[in-house]
């Protein structure tokens, strides 16, 4: 059974291939996830030719598969026009930023509808402004959109694993749509992963939720906070409130076989923390 990708959250800061490529040394990850953009604004940066150009060249040479991560104020269930339009074109940024690095998938957020009474007409833009955004990603080449739930709290489109089931349908079951599982948003939702048991439970409820390989991605990432807590803060694996065993149980269950992994806990000087989250993955998966 060949491995599947393990990598984290890489910095591109001073020049993408310099930095993402210095992370891959640093930490041997064979999976890269990068901003291409501001991740807390709507500025949008065209890329370094010879940046892309290197930093293809340096994944392909490397055996690395890269992934994009959308600035983190996309919502496309907002009431206000402003929001959803810079949430498209952020989307379609980094998208097109996408192909041009080589990126298997785009992660974005599923958004919020704010407050109560938007909650039905956050549904019909997300139908209304996605749905063709999807189709010309694949018209174009773009990588695929990959949906990530929230770790709850306001009126999020998506927190739990079965409310992915409102979103896919909202997007007309687009197959260029996949899903990004975080852990950490999991158990802050409300999915007790500690328990033995737990986290087979709640990827069976992925599954029954999107279909059989709509996952395409996990984020690995252990939690600071209590189950239920609606907060997102990372912590290094097997140091956290959800356990090294249930990145374990994560690794054997089917739906996880052979989908890319990336870690988005805290890192310090050379991403020391962050190797040592891929080793402790690489040891928990099947050896069969």
Same mark, same amino acid.
């Given at each position: 059974?060949?491995?599947? /990708?393990?990598?984290?959250?890489a +910095?591109? #800061? $001073? %020049?993408?291939?310099?930095? =993402?490529l @210095?992370?891959?040394?640093?930490t041997?990850?064979?999976?890269?996830?990068?901003?291409?953009?501001?991740p807390r604004?709507w500025?949008?940066?065209?890329?370094?030719?010879?940046q892309?150009?290197?930093?293809?060249k340096?994944?392909?040479?490397?055996?690395?598969t890269?992934?994009?991560?959308?600035?983190?104020?996309?919502?496309?269930?907002?009431?206000?026009?402003?929001t959803?339009?810079?949430?498209?074109?952020?989307l379609?940024?980094?998208?097109?930023?996408g192909?041009e690095?080589g990126?298997?998938?785009?992660?974005f957020h599923?958004?919020?509808?704010?407050?109560a009474?938007?909650?039905a007409?956050?549904?019909a833009?997300?139908?209304a402004?996605?749905?063709p955004?999807?189709?010309?990603?694949?018209?174009?080449?773009? /990588?695929?959109?990959?949906v990530? +739930?929230? #770790? $709850? %709290?306001?009126r999020?489109? =998506?927190? @739990?694993?079965?409310?992915?089931?409102?979103?896919?349908?909202?997007?007309?079951h687009?197959?260029?749509?996949?899903?990004?599982?975080?852990?950490?948003?999991?158990w802050?939702?409300g999915?007790?992963l500690a328990?033995?048991?737990?986290?087979?439970?709640?990827l069976?409820?992925l599954?029954e939720?999107?279909?059989?390989?709509r996952?395409?991605?996990i984020?690995?990432?252990d939690?600071k906070?209590?189950c239920?807590?609606?907060?997102?803060?990372?912590e290094?694996?097997?140091?956290?409130?959800?356990?090294?065993?249930?990145?374990?149980?994560?690794?054997?269950?089917?739906?996880a076989?052979?989908?890319?992994?990336?870690?988005e806990t805290?890192?310090?000087a050379?991403?020391?923390?962050h190797a040592?989250?891929?080793?402790?993955?690489?040891?928990?998966?099947?050896?069969?």
């Open positions: 059974m060949t491995a599947a /990708p393990i990598g984290g959250h +910095p591109a #800061a $001073g %020049g993408l291939a310099k930095a =993402a @210095r992370y891959v040394d640093r041997g990850a064979t999976a890269v996830q990068v901003y291409v953009s501001n604004g500025a949008r940066t065209a890329g370094d030719p010879k892309d150009e290197a930093f293809l340096g994944c392909a040479e490397q055996g690395v890269a992934y994009v991560h959308a600035a983190l104020l996309v919502n496309l269930g907002s009431p206000t026009e402003a959803v339009a810079n949430s498209l074109a952020t379609e940024h980094a998208l097109r930023r192909k690095i990126a298997r998938g785009v992660v599923a958004g919020s509808a704010v407050d009474a938007h909650t007409t956050a549904f833009t997300v139908r402004e996605l749905v955004l999807l189709d010309r990603a694949e018209r174009e080449g773009w /990588p695929p959109l990959l990530e +739930p929230s #770790a $709850g %709290g306001g999020a489109l =998506a927190s @739990r694993v079965e409310h992915l089931a409102d979103y896919l349908a909202a997007a007309d687009h197959p260029h749509l996949g899903v990004c599982f975080d852990t950490c948003h999991a802050a939702a999915h007790d328990t033995p048991g737990g986290m087979t439970a709640t069976d409820a599954v939720a999107v279909g059989e390989r996952l395409r991605l984020h690995a990432n939690s906070d209590a239920g807590s609606t907060r997102d803060r990372h290094s694996l097997g140091k956290g409130t959800i356990g090294a065993a249930a990145f374990a149980e994560l690794l054997g269950h089917p739906a076989r052979g989908v890319p992994l990336i870690v805290p890192s310090g050379d991403a020391a923390e040592a989250d891929m080793a402790l993955l690489r040891a928990s998966a099947p050896t069969a």
